[in-house]
């Protein structure tokens, strides 16, 4: 069974940056797309960010534009996610997801059949 571990969450003041990681054990991740979604208490769940198997096309969520930035090491097997200027309301659940398509699709949690367990990211004074 793949494996997908999130690593990086924590408490952070407002402003502040945290990096997040996402390391993938029993598959590898070169061939795939890959995504980081994050779900608040009492909310649905949100798309993040996605990243094409090159590391050539990512979209983002309009709530997190210019200031998330999603990369990949396709050798190291790691998909991460640099947060600057965090605000409250980035307080969530983060979650790391591949789709197992092989292609590039809509960057929506129901395209994404492996996830991980989620880090939690607190953005509070």
């Known amino acids: 069974q793949p494996q997908l571990v999130e690593s990086g969450g924590g408490l952070v003041q407002p402003g502040g940056s945290l990096r997040l990681s996402c390391a993938a054990s029993r598959i590898t991740l070169r061939y795939n797309t890959m995504g980081w979604f994050r779900q608040a208490p009492g909310k649905e769940r949100e798309v993040v960010s996605c990243i094409n198997s090159s590391g050539g096309r990512t979209e983002y969520g309009d709530s997190v534009k210019g200031r998330f930035t999603i990369s990949r090491d396709n050798a190291k097997n790691t998909v991460y996610l640099q947060m600057n200027s965090l605000k409250p309301e980035d307080t969530a659940v983060y979650y790391c997801?591949?789709?197992?398509?092989?292609?590039?699709?809509?960057?929506?949690?129901?395209?994404?059949?492996?996830w991980g367990q989620g880090t939690q990211v607190t953005v509070s004074s």
């Open positions: 997801a591949m789709d197992p398509s092989g292609i590039f699709r809509q960057c929506d949690p129901s395209n994404y059949g492996y």
